[in-house]
Structures are given as structure tokens and as C-alpha cells.
């Protein structure tokens, strides 16, 4: 009996996983299709200069995104999500303008080949890494306010730093995310395709900062 208990929660998990990483592909997808769209239009320059605004609308949609998740159709939660990927895309087209396509693809199969040995750490350990959601947010926020300042001071190597510290907290929070799932899945709280969804928004948030982080880092700007 307990045998088979296993076996239907663990049936149920790969559902919702499959699911997760299917509209966080599909998040990517279209954040990089309207990346490169907006890039090669003539609106990228509106875009450029109405990006804090934009910036604004993310946040918003986020916290959107998460007081709705419980009381929204999943209908209306995916919705949130693929306005929010495509968004991103629009703020995100600017890569194309500072760094060269090879370093971009690069960086892509490197935050790939990352994500993908994290998420399979969050999902296969059996340590409670509840603590360590605090941690990551703290580290997280700090990491935000010394954004902030920076962009006063202008030091290179404070934003290397940032970088370095940015890029680890996400890397946490993909094994932490994965774990998080995982535990909501088998618990049967939330509805198994909103779990799904939630999943594919914060893997899909890792996996872009993650991203960016090491275009930073390591990508080479167009000449």
C-alpha cells in the first residue's frame, strides 16, 4: 500500500514537472523571439528608453502573478506568465545591441549545462534546504541595494563582484525552486497545473538571471 502511495506521488510529480519545464521553454521562447524582433525594429530605441518603466511593469506582474496564482483560473495565471516572458523580451533586447551573437549563444548553453546539474541537485536531495530560501533572499536584496549604489559610484569591480554574488544566489534559489516544487506537488495543496505554472516562473526567473549573470561576466561586447 505504501508502495503504490509512492508511485502515484511520484507519477503526479513528473506531470507537473513536465509540464514545468514546458511553459518555462516556452516562457523562453518567446522572450527571445520578441528580444530579437524588437532588436531588428524600429521601436527598440522606444524600448531603450522607456525601460525603467517597463522594469516597473515586471515587478508589478510578478506580485500579480502571486496573489492570483491561488484564486485565478490557470487559464488567467499563464496569461500573467507569457505577458511577463514577453516583456522581458522587450528588456531584454538590448543584449543583441551590447554583446555579439556568439557570445550570447555561449552563454545560453553555459547557463543551460548549469541550470539543468542545479535543478536535478534540488531535485534529488532529501536535505530540508528550507532555511536557505531565507538566506538566498537576504543575499538577494543586499545584492539589489549594492545595485543601487553602484550605479552612483560606478565601480567595475563592485559590479564584477555583484555579478559573482548575483549569479551564485541563483544558482540556490534553481535548486531551492526545484525542491519547492517538488514538496508542493506531493503535498496537494495548490492544483497540480498551477503548480506547474508557479514552477515554470521561478525556474524560468532563475534560469534568465542566471543567464545574464554570466553574459556579464564572460560575453564579449560587439565591436
Known amino acids: 500500500m505504501k508502495e ?8 503526479g510529480f ?33 524600448v531603450i528608453a522607456a525601460w525603467p518603466i517597463l522594469a516597473i511593469v515586471e515587478v508589478l506582474l510578478v506580485l500579480v502573478f502571486s496573489a492570483t496564482l491561488k484564486r485565478c483560473s490557470p487559464t488567467i495565471v499563464t496569461a500573467i506568465f507569457f505577458i ?8 531584454l533586447s538590448s543584449i543583441f545591441y551590447v554583446y ?30 528550507s532555511k536557505l530560501g531565507n538566506i538566498l ?22 559590479e564584477i563582484g555583484l555579478d559573482w554574488l548575483i549569479l551564485a544566489i541563483f544558482c540556490g534559489y534553481t535548486a531551492y525552486d526545484m525542491k519547492v516544487l517538488k514538496e508542493l506537488s506531493s503535498s496537494g495543496e495548490i492544483e497540480g497545473d498551477r503548480v506547474a505554472i508557479y514552477g515554470a516562473l521561478q525556474l524560468y526567473l532563475d534560469f534568465i538571471n542566471i543567464f545574464i549573470r554570466i553574459l556579464s561576466l564572460f560575453g564579449n561586447s560587439r565591436d
Do not use: C, H, P
Request: glycine share 8%; hydrophobic share 55%.
Open 4 to 11: 503504490t502511495i509512492i508511485l502515484r506521488l511520484e507519477f
Open 14 to 46: 513528473n506531470q507537473v514537472l513536465s509540464k514545468t519545464f514546458l511553459w518555462m521553454f516556452l516562457g523562453l521562447i518567446s522572450t527571445a523571439i520578441v528580444a530579437f524582433v524588437t532588436y531588428n525594429s524600429d521601436i527598440f530605441v522606444n
Open 84 to 91: 511577463y516572458s514577453m516583456i522581458n523580451g522587450l528588456t
Open 100 to 129: 555579439d551573437l556568439g557570445s550570447i549563444g555561449y552563454a545560453f548553453l553555459a547557463t543551460a549545462a548549469l541550470f539543468g546539474t542545479l535543478a536535478i541537485i534540488g531535485y534529488k536531495t532529501q536535505r530540508d534546504i
Open 137 to 158: 533572499f537576504v543575499g538577494l536584496i543586499v545584492g539589489l541595494i549594492l545595485s543601487v549604489v553602484n550605479i552612483f559610484i560606478g565601480s567595475s569591480m563592485m
